[in-house]
């Protein structure tokens, strides 16, 4: 079991997403009033509460949402969750359809860092069933 630490989004592409109290997920679209939801395989992205620890150990300084990711979660290594793994949070059902992507190098913590997690431990799902996910709430592996 797993649990949700941060719901990110951005209005606009190429702008850092920010934490927000609660995100409505729209099937077969991704997360309200995100800039990168729509009718494509990433609708949703996923990223490692344990892995942006240990890169800001190294002395990153990110907040939260800095990598682009809508959910922050906790108690997964996601980058070893194979695609088509589904996940359930709440009434939300995801599906894995992505494990990483390709960085552009231009963005500001490639810039300071010299590195980016974002393109070997993020991860992408489409939403099969939606509803509402806050900080706080568990997210279990379902099949």
């Known amino acids: 079991m797993g649990r949700v630490v941060n719901v990110c989004i951005s209005e606009k592409k190429g702008t850092q997403k920010h934490p927000i109290d609660e995100g ?4 077969e ?9 729509g009718k494509w395989h990433r609708q949703v992205s996923l990223l490692s509460f344990e892995r942006v620890e240990e890169f800001n150990a190294r002395g990153a300084g990110v ?4 990598f682009g990711e809508n959910l922050l979660v906790e108690g997964w290594d996601l980058k070893t969750i194979p695609v088509g793994t589904k996940f359930r949070c709440n009434d939300v059902l995801l599906e894995i359809t992505q494990i990483g992507k390709e960085c552009h190098h231009g963005c500001e913590i490639f810039k300071k860092m010299g590195d980016c997690i974002m393109p070997r431990n993020g991860i ?17 592996i379902v099949e």
Not at 24 to 27: H, M
Not at 129 to 134: A, L, N, T, V, Y
């Open 24 to 27: 409505e997920f729209i099937v």
């Open 29 to 37: 679209f991704g997360l309200k009033d995100d800039a990168h939801a």
């Open 63 to 66: 907040k939260p949402g800095a």
């Open 124 to 140: 992408f799902a489409r939403v099969l069933e939606g509803g509402k996910i806050k900080p706080g709430d568990e997210i279990e």
